[in-house]
Every structure is written in C-alpha cells, then in structure tokens.
C-alpha cells in the first residue's frame, strides 16, 4: 500500500485508491506524514487536529484518533505498527515506495545534482507527476493549511520553475507554453513564471502578446503593491523591446545587454512606462568582439508593410514597438549591428543603407529586423516598398511612389525599397535626410547609386556553419538537432548554407515530426535544387527564385552563367575564363549570380552552379560578346 498526500490524501494500492474524508484521524495522518521518519511532537499533533482550542481531555482523545487510524490501516492490510510511539508523540517511517511526498523529494533532490540536462528534465518531470491536485484538499486541519500546505506547494512549483527554465533552454518553447500560461495564471506573486510566459511568447512569434502580458504585470505590480517589476522581468522586457534572440532563461539571454542596460537604464525605464522623452536611439553599440554580437538571423525574404504610426504619435514620444521581428531570425550580427547604427547616426550626410547578394540569401529579412529593431528612432513610421511586381517586373517611380503616403508631421521614417533592380529606380524614391532614411534591397551591387548618394553597402554571402547550425536549432527545436548532428550538419551542406534553402528544408522537417533529418537530407541531395520547395508556398522554391534572377539577365549574360557553371570545375572563376570576357564576369558578380572578383577569384555558389548544370545539357562553347543586363 501507498499513502499519496501530494494533492488529495489518499491510500492507494497501486491500482486503487481510497480518498479519505475530513476527520480528526485524516487530520492526524497528514501531520504525521508531512515529516515522514521523524517524532512528531504531542504538541504539534494537537495543535493539527484541534488547532487553538484543544479540548481538556486532548491527549486521550489523540490516542483514540491514533487507534482510528490503525483501525483504517488494518482494513486495507497496512501494518500496525506502521504508527510508531514513541517518546514525546508518534512517528511514521516512510520511504519512496510507500509515500509520495518521498519519493518527489528524492526526484527532486537527483534532478539537481545531475550535470545532464535530459536527466534533469525527465526526473523533475516524473516529480510534478505526482502531484494530483491541491495539496491537503481533503484535510480539515487549519494549521497545516496554514504552515504546511504554503511550504509544499513553493517545493511544487521551485521544481516547475526549474523544469520550465530547462524546456525554454532547450528552445521547447511552443511545448511549454501551455503550462507557464497556467502556472502564471494561478500564482501571480510569482514572476519568474510571468517572465517564462513572457519568453515563450515571445520565441513562439507573439510579440504584441508579450509586451502586453509585461504590461499587465506591472499594472498588477503597482496596484496591490506599489512597486516596480524585478530586474531580471526588466532586463527582458529590454530585450524584447531590442528584438534580442533569447537562447534560454531570461538571465542568460540578456547576459550580452546587460553593460548596455546601465548607459541607458534611465531613458528606456522612462519609454517603458509611458513617459515621454527625446527619443532615444534603441540600438546597441558596435560590440567590442564578435563574441558580443547578438545571435541574430536571416529568414526568408519575403516583403510586406509594416505598420505606419499614426500622426497623433508625437516625435517627441517614445511608442511601445509594433514591428514583430522576423520569426527565426539567427546570423548576421555584424552586418545587423552595422546597419543599426548607419540607420540611427542621424547626421544629414547620411545616405541610403544597400544590402546586396545572391537571390534567396536574407537581404530582405535582414532589412526587416534592423527596421524592429530602429523603428523607435523613426516616428513617421516604418514603409515597405517591393520594387518588382508580382510578374518580376520592374515598377516606375511612380507606381512605386504611389504605395507610400506622403511624408506627415510625426517625424522621419523609414522606407525599405525592397528588390530593385537599378539605380535610377531607386534615386526618384530617396526621402530627403530631415524626411528619413532608405534601406534599399537588390541582388545587385548598386554602385551608381553609392557613387552619387553615398551611404552604406552591406553584401550578404551565405551563412558559415555555425549560423547554419543555429537556424536549424531555433526552427526545429534543440533536442530534434542534437540527436542527429551529423545528419544536421550534412542538411546544412546539402542546402549551400543558403538562407532560403535552410528554412524551406526545415519547414519540410517542421510538418512532417517523424521524418529524421537524415532522410530529408538524402531526399533533397537526390534532386537538387528542384526539391527545395513548398507545395503549398510557391515563392517558397529555390529554383523559382534561380529562375528569376536568371530572367532578369540579358540573354548573353544569362548564356555567359550558364556556360561558366557548366564549364568551371571547381568554384574557383578566374578572369578571362574561355569565351568569357572579364567585363562580363564583372555584370555577372554585380548580378549576384558570382561573388569576390578582382583581385580574388570569382566564385559560384554550389546550389546555383547545380541549378545551372541542370538547365543545359551539352552546351556548345559559344562566343561571348561583351553584354550588359537589363535590370
């Protein structure tokens, strides 16, 4: 037999248990077994049952209670002298076969001097399991509930706490949302679950519903108490506000902010509860080594509008951020750092921000998380503006002035020129500095447009493995990736480390559980590129987005490519390839369809070079006239 006391007391039999009324003896029981192996006191005994009026004839009257209980532990077949006494009152000697209460302890007390994570996980887990309700429902007595039932519960939920800190660890987010979103409902003094649920909206892609879940506790905070969240509910509110990726538990995760919290604690406390100010620049300092660099990433790049701020936002007022962060955003922290802070310097010379590079390699959702990332610095509002149709052609001036509002009274703003295809499209659309600022995408280099504007030129080459490596852990989840790294590494590889290849493999792997990584891998490396594509998400495919580069190229350009890919045996390009003229291989590179170039050896990217291989069959050698493309 077995006594459960984690919920409501009860003897159970493995099979089945019996749950035992309100009474005196019940009472009596619970005292006994809330300190199991240890001589509980006449004394306190009394006090559990009777509370602060004992009857005079108490002490006869708990020997009757104890006799009871024997009685009930004889109906069930639990020895009698289970009930020891004892000098100075009675004793019961449990261990974790026969009471819960031991055996959540023992679990508990395992799961914290374990190194490893999964054991860790998998014995607090097996611990929480054991509870079955509200500790002591069924006892009468007003002292334990009192005493003794607020300190098994904090036991209960310091073990939650820790597990839910392991699962976020292991980027479990969606997982567990359920059970912080409980947690927090029902214990509210506690904000170290305020703060899990806060995390795990926020990982899960729900931003708004983070910053307003942070709201609400500190409305809650100020009106039953008076005070101001916790640094560490701070800290993290800070780093939502940042777009900063949380890799854990709220104090590692704002670990690289936490010297930049003390410059500008004061502005930002002020901006988080509503005051107005200057508005400050919300963008870190260029770190001191890559080390610094948040863990910041690419996702797919896909346009669309960001919200505008309304006119009655003043300039002078810091609005609580709308623009969600790219979902799954990891990578690129130097380049994201660098367009921060060309975004923010506010000097009139400023010019426009270009990010150029291959098709499917993130420009536009690095664009798209610096403009989360400033939007506080631009109080006009932050635009979007596809400078290519639908049909991959390229828009006028004026069409594509005709998606933006006119400049308002609110302030600068922001206007993300996304995908052109020449200089002179973009000049038309370049705000003036007291206007705003422009970050322009485009697969190509766009070095007119530098020439005549200056500015900042950002060119994205595909990611190294480790950037790979954490797209794959923020998409697919910490432990699906660790139980097949080599696997990982090879999907990693077979997708050309190409953003977009990354994320339409993972999304493969995303909806479809029990698939192995190794299994995808080889399906994909069987017919690529061809298979890096969504049925349901036609922008979704790399060899649409191939296809269109190579469209956007005259046809002596798009033949030069072609001819390259197939002739070249390595990756090396070099400078007066046969029937390839060097000024072509400079379009090609502006392009985005060849990298480096003088003095460096052009280059192909391994997925193009398979995607054009596979466009031609025998190719003669034709003889290349010097071309130029068209757009």
Known sequence: MRFQLLGLLSISDGDHAVVLQPSKPTSLLAALLIHPGAVVSTDYLLR?????EPPATARAALQSCVLRLRRIFAKYGIANDTIEAVPGGYRMRMDRETLDLVRFRDLVRSAGSTRDQDTERYALREALDLWHGPVLANVSSRMLHRDEAPRLTEERLSALERLCDIELAR?????????????ARRHPERERFAEQLIEALYRTGRQTEALAEIRAVKERLKEEFGIDPGAPLQRLELAILRGEELDGSPARAVAAIEARVSSDGARLAAARNGATATVPALVPALPASPAQVPALAAAPASAHALPARTTEQSAATVPVPTVAPV??????GHQLVALQRALTSGGPEAGPVVISGAPGIGKTALALQAAHLVQEAFPGGCFTVPLTGPDGEPLGADEARAQLPPPGPAGRRLLILDDAVSAEQVRPLLPAPAEGVAVVTSRRGLAGLVATHGGVVLRLDTF????????LVGTLGAERVAAEPDATRRLARICGHFPLGLRIAAARLQTRPGLGIGDCAGWLAADLPARL????????????VFEAALRRLSPDLSEAFLLLATEQADAAVSGGSPGVPDEVLEQLADAGLIEEGPPKPYRIHELLRIYARQQTAAPPRPSVRTASATG
């Open 533 to 544: 594509s969504l049925a349901d998400e036609p922008l979704m495919s790399v060899p649409r």
């Open 48 to 52: 559990a049952v009777w509370d602060t």
């Open 464 to 471: 190294d493995e480790e950037e790979s490596h954490r797209l």
């Open 171 to 183: 980027g479990r987010c969606r997982e567990v949302l359920a059970e912080v979103w409980d947690a």
């Open 327 to 332: 979902p799954c955003f990891t990578g690129r």
